[in-house]
């Protein structure tokens, strides 16, 4: 068995061997991409990776709008953390083991902003606590974003982030996908199979 | 007598058909890129911003390697150092014994791929299974992946219907990517749901807040480590970023270069452990730091490990990843390889035609083909270049030293090389020829009519 303090120690001195002195750390502020239409540079982007976008007046749209969706209509387990919007069909905050998500069918989960450039929603697990592996086990996930928290780039990201009491937080952009297969692209590899997200205002 | 690489490689090209298909797959990849890249206007900026930052970050490792560990241990986070490829196994088995570990899931790691972990936890009794899918393929080939993002792309989708036939039992001779990709979904579903533990890579961690970030597209990483309540994440102490922020240049960067989306689909950030779960995180040296004492070659640890270089380099999409017999092949694993061990490898940094296509698409601006051509250079001083290329550079070292010597060559063999019979120029001995004609010799030299030129009177 090694001694894992001696490394440490060897590692950091044969690091420190090389000490060029004060080498500037470049500035990220500047003018980065910047979109005329968020929405549609959002919405282009999210289908191009495979999503989709949904803008909705309000939260009332969301709902009317799964009770036409038929991985929803047709779900036998829903899990939702928005509850005015739409029920879940069990009762989640009994549920302790996160195994016991594999069945979630369809999904319905606030996201803190969304990043036009990317396509991608900022998810975090401040709600889902121990029962984050619901984003990647549902089957079809939906995200609801406001409208007013769509960003231009990544660079405006970060700067709102703070990761403060965030244990996990991931850029969710699109429904999971491989192209391990001769280049074949085949969306829902081992997370969600579909991805919408509402953009509500 | 070819080189190690030069024989695979042939070996690779004897299959005409596929050694078209792969160049393809590949080039097709570098186009996607190119449309991600011309996207942005600000495409170059962000190239020497990250340039920049990794440069600042080098300059400064050990006082970030430390401000990491403090932060991520804050959170509640073990940090591990490990020296080389078998400290950080040790302590990675040590982690799983202590926690009775019986089945481990992997997400996509080159650093596990270059320590060996997989056949070093399965000598000690754990089932051990990849979850990328290109990785899981390869696994079940008991092959290596020949390539860092895309580790199946030398392998058709006829062989993949052959291998789930025999271990998902899928439909025999079924080949639909879709069919297969689903196959896969389920079979790996039930690792996931059966895992003791999860391993993860990590693509970036950052010094200030003592978190890490995992980007996937499959969404395995996260599944692999968001069931079981134990996650031993991997990383090479290159992976640092000092802040936060610096994540939007090297994200916009990753995946355009990668595969030409827009971003992968999951950038997971972790900091500190899952609530009731247990998070370690191995820092592992194994012949960076050295890389780092290097002036010539230090740049090459500002790798990404994006992949864009060997997707667009005319050699690698000619004879495939395995010819360079490395864990991680093509142009940045020509430099990085030999710094490891340069005997084993100094036949790499010759698979290279120094056509400089892989610097123009490196996303933080490494000088790969100048490393490629001081790598040669550094070999030949070490005396370790193979005699297939030794003899014929004294030849032309000699030559070159007596310009006398050179313009009677030249003469001889403008007069000579017309006259002699095929064989004695397209022979075995002449590697050059095998797939290419020599040129016509003109009658006169340049010298000969730079001459004669000036005695014209004007
Ligand atoms: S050397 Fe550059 S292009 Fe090649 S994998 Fe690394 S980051 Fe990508």
């Given at each position: 068995m090694h001694d894992e303090t001696k490394s440490r120690a060897d590692i950091l001195q044969s690091v420190r061997q090389y000490n060029p002195g004060p080498v500037e750390m470049p500035s990220l502020n500047r003018e980065w991409i910047a979109y005329a239409d968020r929405v549609q540079q959002f919405s282009d982007t999210l289908q191009f990776v495979g999503g989709t976008c949904v803008p909705v007046p309000d939260l009332a749209a969301v709902r009317a709008y799964l009770q036409n969706f038929e991985p929803y209509t047709a779900a036998k387990f829903v899990y939702s953390l928005l509850p005015d919007v739409i029920e879940s069909t069990?009762?989640?905050?009994?549920?302790?083991?996160?195994?016991?998500?594999?069945?979630?069918?369809l999904a319905l989960v606030p996201g803190d902003f969304a990043v036009a450039e990317n396509g991608a929603v900022w998810v975090t697990?401040?709600?889902?606590?121990?029962?984050?592996?619901a984003l990647f086990l549902a089957q079809h996930l939906t995200l609801v974003v406001r409208r007013d928290e769509l960003l231009d780039n990544m660079h405006q990201a970060y700067q709102r982030l703070q990761f403060e009491g965030v244990g996990f937080g991931t850029f969710l952009s699109g429904p999971s996908k491989t192209?391990?297969?001769?280049?074949s692209l085949v969306i829902g590899a081992h997370g969600p199979r579909s991805l919408i997200v509402f953009l509500v205002g | 007598m070819a080189t190690k690489h030069a024989g695979a490689a042939a070996l690779f090209v004897k299959n005409d058909e596929r050694a078209h298909w792969h160049d393809q797959a590949l080039w097709f990849v570098r186009v996607k890129r190119d449309r991600a890249a011309q996207s942005l206007p600000e495409w170059e900026t962000l190239r020497e911003t990250a340039s920049a930052i990794k440069a600042h970050t080098m300059s400064r490792l050990g006082d970030y390697l430390e401000e990491f560990e403090r932060n991520a241990q804050k959170l509640g986070a073990h940090v591990h150092w490990a020296k080389d490829a078998a400290e950080h196994n040790e302590i990675v088995l040590r982690i799983l014994q202590s926690h009775g570990v019986k089945k481990v899931v992997k997400s996509k790691s080159m650093l596990t791929e270059e320590c060996h972990l997989n056949p070093y936890l399965e000598r000690h009794g754990m089932e051990v299974v990849d979850t990328d899918l290109g990785e899981r393929i390869v696994q079940l080939l008991k092959q290596p992946p020949s390539h860092i993002v895309l580790p199946a792309i030398h392998i058709r989708k006829e062989e993949i219907g052959d291998l789930f036939h025999e271990h998902l039992h899928t439909e025999a001779g079924a080949s639909d990517p879709k069919y297969l990709a689903e196959a896969a979904r389920q079979h790996l579903r039930e690792k996931f749901m059966q895992a003791d533990a999860g391993i993860t890579g990590v693509n970036f961690a950052i010094a200030e807040t003592g978190g890490f970030v995992v980007c996937t597209n499959e969404g395995n990483a996260d599944l692999g480590v968001s069931l079981p309540k134990l996650h031993i994440a991997c990383m090479g102490?290159?992976?640092?970023?000092?802040?936060?922020?610096?994540l939007g240049v090297f994200l916009r960067l990753l995946a355009r270069s990668a595969t030409g989306q827009p971003v992968t689909t999951y950038s997971s950030h972790f900091h500190g452990p899952a609530p009731g779960g247990e998070l370690h995180i191995v820092l592992v040296d194994n012949g960076r730091s050295a890389i780092l004492g290097s002036d010539e070659f230090r740049r090459s640890l500002n790798c990404i490990r994006c992949g864009a270089c060997m997707n667009t380099c005319p050699v690698y999409r000619r004879s495939g990843g395995h010819s360079y017999h490395a864990t991680v092949p093509g142009p940045i694993g020509s430099i990085l390889s030999p710094a490891r061990d340069a005997k084993k490898y100094a036949d790499l940094p010759q698979a290279c035609s120094l056509c400089g296509s892989c610097t123009d698409v490196c996303p933080v601006k490494i000088d790969l083909h100048h490393q490629l051509l001081a790598w040669r250079g550094e070999i030949g001083r070490r005396g370790l270049l193979p005699m297939s290329k030794k003899l014929p550079m004294l030849g032309l070292a000699f030559l070159l030293k007596r310009p006398w010597l050179y313009s009677l060559a030249g003469r001889v063999g403008r007069w000579f090389m017309p006259l002699v019979p095929r064989f004695l120029l397209y022979n075995p001995l002449n590697a050059w020829g095998r797939q290419r004609e020599l040129p016509k010799p003109p009658r006169h030299s340049f010298r000969e009519l730079y001459a004669r030129r000036n005695q014209k009177p004007r």
């Amino acid at each position: 068995m090694h001694d894992e303090t001696k490394s440490r120690a060897d590692i950091l001195q044969s690091v420190r061997q090389y000490n060029p002195g004060p080498v500037e750390m470049p500035s990220l502020n500047r003018e980065w991409i910047a979109y005329a239409d968020r929405v549609q540079q959002f919405s282009d982007t999210l289908q191009f990776v495979g999503g989709t976008c949904v803008p909705v007046p309000d939260l009332a749209a969301v709902r009317a709008y799964l009770q036409n969706f038929e991985p929803y209509t047709a779900a036998k387990f829903v899990y939702s953390l928005l509850p005015d919007v739409i029920e879940s069909t069990r009762d989640i905050a009994a549920i302790s083991d996160p195994h016991d998500l594999e069945a979630i069918d369809l999904a319905l989960v606030p996201g803190d902003f969304a990043v036009a450039e990317n396509g991608a929603v900022w998810v975090t697990d401040r709600d889902l606590k121990h029962q984050r592996a619901a984003l990647f086990l549902a089957q079809h996930l939906t995200l609801v974003v406001r409208r007013d928290e769509l960003l231009d780039n990544m660079h405006q990201a970060y700067q709102r982030l703070q990761f403060e009491g965030v244990g996990f937080g991931t850029f969710l952009s699109g429904p999971s996908k491989t192209a391990d297969i001769e280049q074949s692209l085949v969306i829902g590899a081992h997370g969600p199979r579909s991805l919408i997200v509402f953009l509500v205002g | 007598m070819a080189t190690k690489h030069a024989g695979a490689a042939a070996l690779f090209v004897k299959n005409d058909e596929r050694a078209h298909w792969h160049d393809q797959a590949l080039w097709f990849v570098r186009v996607k890129r190119d449309r991600a890249a011309q996207s942005l206007p600000e495409w170059e900026t962000l190239r020497e911003t990250a340039s920049a930052i990794k440069a600042h970050t080098m300059s400064r490792l050990g006082d970030y390697l430390e401000e990491f560990e403090r932060n991520a241990q804050k959170l509640g986070a073990h940090v591990h150092w490990a020296k080389d490829a078998a400290e950080h196994n040790e302590i990675v088995l040590r982690i799983l014994q202590s926690h009775g570990v019986k089945k481990v899931v992997k997400s996509k790691s080159m650093l596990t791929e270059e320590c060996h972990l997989n056949p070093y936890l399965e000598r000690h009794g754990m089932e051990v299974v990849d979850t990328d899918l290109g990785e899981r393929i390869v696994q079940l080939l008991k092959q290596p992946p020949s390539h860092i993002v895309l580790p199946a792309i030398h392998i058709r989708k006829e062989e993949i219907g052959d291998l789930f036939h025999e271990h998902l039992h899928t439909e025999a001779g079924a080949s639909d990517p879709k069919y297969l990709a689903e196959a896969a979904r389920q079979h790996l579903r039930e690792k996931f749901m059966q895992a003791d533990a999860g391993i993860t890579g990590v693509n970036f961690a950052i010094a200030e807040t003592g978190g890490f970030v995992v980007c996937t597209n499959e969404g395995n990483a996260d599944l692999g480590v968001s069931l079981p309540k134990l996650h031993i994440a991997c990383m090479g102490i290159e992976k640092f970023l000092p802040k936060a922020e610096h994540l939007g240049v090297f994200l916009r960067l990753l995946a355009r270069s990668a595969t030409g989306q827009p971003v992968t689909t999951y950038s997971s950030h972790f900091h500190g452990p899952a609530p009731g779960g247990e998070l370690h995180i191995v820092l592992v040296d194994n012949g960076r730091s050295a890389i780092l004492g290097s002036d010539e070659f230090r740049r090459s640890l500002n790798c990404i490990r994006c992949g864009a270089c060997m997707n667009t380099c005319p050699v690698y999409r000619r004879s495939g990843g395995h010819s360079y017999h490395a864990t991680v092949p093509g142009p940045i694993g020509s430099i990085l390889s030999p710094a490891r061990d340069a005997k084993k490898y100094a036949d790499l940094p010759q698979a290279c035609s120094l056509c400089g296509s892989c610097t123009d698409v490196c996303p933080v601006k490494i000088d790969l083909h100048h490393q490629l051509l001081a790598w040669r250079g550094e070999i030949g001083r070490r005396g370790l270049l193979p005699m297939s290329k030794k003899l014929p550079m004294l030849g032309l070292a000699f030559l070159l030293k007596r310009p006398w010597l050179y313009s009677l060559a030249g003469r001889v063999g403008r007069w000579f090389m017309p006259l002699v019979p095929r064989f004695l120029l397209y022979n075995p001995l002449n590697a050059w020829g095998r797939q290419r004609e020599l040129p016509k010799p003109p009658r006169h030299s340049f010298r000969e009519l730079y001459a004669r030129r000036n005695q014209k009177p004007r």
